[in-house]
């Protein structure tokens, strides 16, 4: 069993920068697959990066390749996912995702989710 609680979401300007957090419960996290996912107003949830628990294999969607960056610190129980060159079309709800078995592009891959931190970028 495993509690996620994202924050570091907020209100920034097109072509900035934030990074989020994903603070995680339970001693073994370290061994979770994770994922981040959003969901904007109207839209479906979607995929947006995944690292598995080794780190072997990291995923990305097309419209954040090169501009968001997925990490974990194990030492920390945290995720994170640093965001650069923001676009209005990034404005959502981000949650964080974590499995002990699966990783991948689904959401139906994850078990445990956050309750989601708000982005929104102006232009």
């Known amino acids: 069993q495993v509690q996620l609680v994202e924050s570091g979401g907020g209100l920034v300007q097109a072509g900035g920068s934030l990074r989020l957090s994903c603070a995680a419960s339970?001693?073994?996290?370290?061994?979770?697959?994770v994922g981040w996912f959003r969901q904007a107003p109207g839209k479906e949830r979607e995929f947006v990066a995944a690292?598995?628990?080794?780190?072997?294999?990291?995923y990305y969607a097309d419209s954040v390749k090169g501009r968001f960056t997925i990490s974990r610190d194990n030492a920390k129980n945290t995720v994170y996912l640093q965001m650069d060159s923001l676009k209005p079309e990034d404005t959502a709800v981000y949650y964080c995702?974590?499995?002990?078995?699966?990783?991948?592009?689904?959401?139906?891959?994850?078990?445990?989710w956050g309750q989601g931190t708000q982005v929104t970028v102006s232009s």
């Open positions: 690292k598995s628990w080794s780190g072997s294999s990291i």
């Open positions: 339970g001693r073994t996290f370290s061994r979770y697959n």
């Open positions: 995702a974590a499995d002990l078995s699966r990783v991948g592009r689904g959401a139906a891959s994850y078990d445990y």
